[in-house]
């Protein structure tokens, strides 16, 4: 068999191989088999030299046009096999059912504050945030809460050892009082209302703020209470700001939070930062305030009361502004806040707080 004849059967033969290829494995395999360094094209190569001179030419040539004819090849269908599923060996049964994924979900606490901020948003209000670690001054003393007052014992704040500059009021530029008389100590915040005083420091009226975030209050763990929970407290400073206007946010958010056949009541209260205050309850989620079960047992929610208490309100305080600039005969404004985890346990029928943090899959696979 001539050199000639041979390399027609060598490319008669790979060519019907390369059709047969199915993957991008095989293909590398071929490529390595034909076109390698110890491949099927360079043994041919190496056999020219001891040809006839008269062959020597037209055997080249010829076997520069079947490596071409097959690099091209090869490169036209690398693409499709790419871009074709891979599979190797048998294949899978399709009639079989598939395999459930855990797919994760967004935690209830944060759920229920998207919510919270959502409807708030909808309505008007910008969201604000600040520091998780604050100063007594904006914590307690621009909110008119007195020294005696027990928010500020040691056993209800989680004060820090830190020593920096006198924290001052950012619009007045005076030095904040409580720093000097207890001499600048810091604490975690026990509530969001330091960033309201924020907001106001750097801002004229009038002004709608929803504050939603982090607290920090020393509390033994238990169903309803935990040492670290999340509030949103809402703002809003103008002129011709009333109780009316407080009352009828609420009424929308209580409406859209919990449904629209739920009614809402104001109980009278105190809070230092305003004046007057009021402690706000919706109907009762689970009897819708009949005060009884379906077994006409007293309500283990409400506890017979028919009525829920969800946060707390108020006319904002004259000295709170005066103690951020503002003119208090000028502008008035209302506040409220509420804690997440208890709306949230509200909505979701959940009995105890730390449940929120325990990270049971069981649990947290339910929302």
């Not at 033994?220 to 407290?233: D, G, I, L």
């Not at 009333?242 to 809402?264: N, P, Q, Y």
């Amino acid at each position: 068999m001539s050199f000639q004849q041979e390399l027609e059967s060598v490319k008669e033969t790979a060519l019907k191989e390369l059709g047969a290829i199915k993957d991008s494995a095989a293909l590398d395999s071929f490529n390595t088999k034909y076109l390698g360094r110890k491949g099927i094209f360079r043994d041919l190569s190496s056999r020219i030299p001891q040809l006839a001179n008269e062959e020597k030419g037209q055997a080249g040539k010829l076997l520069n046009e079947f490596k071409n004819i097959l690099a091209q090849r090869i490169a036209e269908k690398e693409p499709d096999l790419k871009s074709a599923p891979q599979v190797s060996g048998d294949l899978p049964d399709f009639t079989l059912p598939g395999e459930d994924k855990n797919i994760g979900r967004q935690h209830p606490v944060y759920r229920t504050l998207a919510d919270i901020c959502g409807i708030f948003s909808r309505m008007g209000f910008e969201i604000a945030y600040g520091p998780e670690i604050e100063d007594e001054y904006h914590n307690f003393t621009s909110l008119n809460i007195p020294l005696n007052h027990p928010s500020r014992d040691a056993f209800d704040t989680f004060y820090l050892n830190l020593k920096t500059e006198e924290p001052k009021n950012e619009r007045t530029g005076k030095e904040a009082e409580s720093s000097s008389v207890e001499g600048g100590r810091w604490l975690l915040r026990s509530h969001t209302s330091p960033v309201q005083i924020r907001v106001m420091q750097n801002r004229k009226p009038p002004l709608k703020v929803i504050v939603p975030g982090k607290v920090f209050r020393p509390d033994k763990p238990s169903p309803k209470h935990f040492p670290m929970f999340h509030q949103v407290e809402g703002l809003m400073v103008g002129e011709g700001i009333s109780f009316t206007h407080l009352k009828g946010i609420l009424d929308v958010f209580c409406k859209e939070a919990f449904g629209a056949s739920t009614e809402m009541r104001f109980r009278p209260s105190f809070f230092p930062f305003t004046e007057p205050s009021a402690e706000v309850d919706i109907t009762c989620i689970i009897c819708n305030g009949k005060k009884v079960n379906e077994n006409n047992e007293s309500c283990p929610t409400c506890h017979g009361e028919g009525w829920i208490e969800i946060l707390g309100s108020g006319m904002v305080h004259p000295n709170v502004l005066e103690n951020v600039g503002y003119d208090s005969e000028k502008y008035t404004g209302f506040a409220f806040g509420m804690g997440v985890e208890r709306i949230a346990m509200l909505k979701y029928h959940i009995n105890d707080i730390r449940l929120f943090t325990e990270n049971h899959i069981g649990f947290l696979s339910q929302f």
